[in-house]
Structures are given as C-alpha cells and as structure tokens.
C-alpha cells in the first residue's frame, strides 16, 4: 500500500487568508486525485493531477504536481467559509482498482 | 444529476446483529468500493467489486462480507456487529478498470453499534 502522508492535519484561519496544504509519498504516483468532503457527506473530487509539474486551477483553488510526481500541493486563495471541509489526496497504487487515500486535511474557514 | 445512493445516513444496532448496508448507483459504473472511516485512521478499504459477482478483499476485510448479484447495487453486511464497527461507512463507484475518473461516492451511513 502506498502511503500517502498530509499536511498539515488541521488548520483554523480567518476568512479571506491564503493557505496551502501538501500530499506526499516516498513513491511515484501513477496519478494523483484531491477531494473535499464537507461534515456528513462523502468526498466529492475537485480535479486529478497526471503529468509531473501539472497545474490546475479551479476558481480560487491551485494544484500542482510535483516534478518528480511523489508530492502534490493544493493551495486556496482568499479563503471563504464555504472552503471549510476535509481536503484528501489519493493515489492508484501500482496495480489494482482502489484508491490508497491519505488521512487528509481538516480545514476551518471562520468569518 | 448521477448518484451513489446508501440506504441509510443513520443506523443504530446491536450487538451480534447482521447487518446489511446498501448502496446503489445509477452511472452503469462498472467498479464499486466499500470504505471506512474513522477519525485519525482516514478512508479505509473493506472490500470492492469490478464485476457483477465479483469482489476483491481491501485492507480491513475481517468481519465483513459483500454481495453484487446486480451491477448497480452492491451491500455489505457484517455478520455479527460488534462495538468496534461503530464507523462512517461510505459507497463508491468508478467507470471499469484503472481509471483517472474518480470516484463518486454517496452520502456515507454512520453506524452505531451498542
């Protein structure tokens, strides 16, 4: 099983702040996937990194991969409440159909 | 609007009770996957299914078992509750075979075994 280590495992800031938050194996990912899940619902999928220095944006929120495809970052600007919510990365290991997924990210957006 | 639909947001049970959690999807997706989780410990796999009657162990598979006897409906049962199966459990699904798509997952059913 590839593991997959987050961080930082939680992070309280103020609205309209900038942060970043990092995924990070010793392996090469084949692929890399990030998901928000808000308190009592399952983890829908903001976007899947393949190609190493990949960059995505979507709105206020940047992923990149890193060059060497064994890191990701996730980086949101002017953060809003509505950002608020559990960011997780996940992998294909290198054989199989499951997702490995990391322990993710809890963030807490206040006005 | 696709979906994976679990059965149940909220379920309570007793011990040594079995228990059948259902999950059904509407996007003819051919992979299908049994997660948990629990705070400190992420998403964990339990088991998944890439085919009508086929199923695979995950990592946590003991006390588990899973039927697909259609392709847009897969269960999971635990055969004798126990405490320690208090959890999140969440469904879901992707297109077959290794793919980039992602997954869709359902709403999650929180069980409470006591």
């Known amino acids: 099983t590839q593991l997959l280590e987050q961080s930082p495992q939680f992070l309280s800031i103020q609205e309209g702040e900038n942060l970043t938050v990092y995924c990070n194996s010793s392996?090469?990912?084949?692929?890399l996937q990030w998901y928000r899940q808000e308190p009592g619902e399952g983890p829908v999928l903001l976007v899947t990194?393949?190609?190493?220095?990949e960059v995505k944006k979507l709105k206020r929120l940047t992923f990149q991969f890193g060059d060497a495809r064994k890191d990701s970052s996730l980086h949101i600007t002017a953060a809003q409440p509505g950002d608020t919510g559990l960011y997780l990365c996940a992998c294909l290991p290198n054989s199989g159909y499951a997702l490995n997924f990391g322990k993710g990210t809890s963030l807490l957006v206040t006005p | 609007d696709v979906k994976v639909t679990q059965s149940s947001r909220y379920l309570v049970k007793r011990t040594g009770e079995k228990v059948f959690l259902e999950c059904v999807q509407d996007?003819?997706?051919?992979?299908m996957f049994w997660y948990r989780q629990d705070p400190g410990l992420g998403l964990r796999l339990i088991y998944f299914s890439y085919d009508v009657k086929m199923k695979e162990k995950g990592d946590i598979p003991e006390g588990y078992s899973v039927s697909r006897e259609k392709k847009e409906r897969f269960s999971l049962i635990l055969e004798s509750a126990s405490t320690n199966q208090t959890s999140m459990y969440l469904c879901?699904?992707?297109?077959?075979?290794?793919?980039?798509?992602?997954?869709?997952f359902g709403s999650g059913t929180r069980l409470t075994v006591v």
């Open positions: 996007m003819d997706h051919e992979n």
């Open positions: 879901a699904s992707s297109p077959g075979g290794r793919t980039n798509y992602g997954y869709t």
């Open positions: 392996s090469v990912f084949s692929s």
């Open positions: 990194v393949v190609t190493g220095g």
